[in-house]
């Protein structure tokens, strides 16, 4: 079985990063590390590591995003959980076997090349689940 | 400053703890070290270990639980994060001097004599975010 190494980051929707980060940076007092666009998916993501994973605010930049729908239906909040693993192709693999639906059957391509994958919620018990490969 | 190590762990609401492991301990391949009765808070708590950080599945077992109450007002899934700390005294004087709701003004005594004490998701936009302290 391939391995699940560790919680990557938290994403957390925010509609507004001042105000977000009035709470987990300067209250809190985790460090901002950036900002990055991330134009694909219409949002701009807020880096702060803690520990060996992350908190990362996520606001929409526009209001057909679906982290913005999310934001209208929901509020702020939790949006989903990311693991890091070692094989993203042969987890993907072992969790269709098992008759787990996801979201993307085969990896995305983000930043820098890393790929990454959702598994639906309806599979998890109503958690989005991020899968990322971290290379060994 | 006190200082926030790491995410000490994510708790997930569930209805059923074999449904639930079915996800995270039979499919995606997370280890379940043990269930833990929890009375004081009438829930269940199924631990299985991700890196330096654990998911908590949190299950109630009266209807009367908060848990119980979020279950059925918002079905299951993410609840809160709780965040290790070094000083909770220290960082909840902290927090309250930046202005910041708490949900416990002073720690809590978890098993085992660890304290803990929660923020008020109004201070958080959104998120339930728990303290726990780890002695350094």
Redesign the interface.
């Known amino acids: 079985?391939?391995?699940?190494?560790?919680?990557h980051h938290?994403a957390?929707?925010?509609?507004d990063f001042e105000?977000?980060l009035g709470?987990?940076r300067?209250?809190?007092?985790?460090e901002l590390t950036h900002i990055e666009d991330v134009p694909k998916q219409k949002v701009q993501v807020a880096f702060l590591p803690?520990?060996?994973?992350e908190?990362e605010l996520v606001k929409p930049t526009d209001p057909e995003a679906g982290i913005a729908r999310f934001l209208e239906k929901s509020?702020?909040?939790?949006h989903h959980?990311c693991?890091?693993v070692d094989d993203i192709v042969a987890k993907l693999d072992?969790?269709k076997e098992?008759g787990?639906r996801l979201i993307n059957e085969a990896p995305l391509l983000g930043e820098g090349g890393r790929r990454y994958a959702f598994i639906h919620?309806k599979?998890?018990?109503?958690?989005l689940?991020e899968l990322y490969e971290i290379p060994a």
């Not at 957390?12 to 509609?15: A, I, K, L, Q």
């Open positions: 079985m391939t391995i699940v190494k560790k919680i938290i957390v929707v925010v509609e105000a977000a709470f987990w300067d209250a809190l007092g985790l803690l520990g060996e994973s908190i509020g702020p909040g939790m959980i693991v890091g072992e969790l098992k787990i919620p599979s998890t018990h109503g958690v689940v």
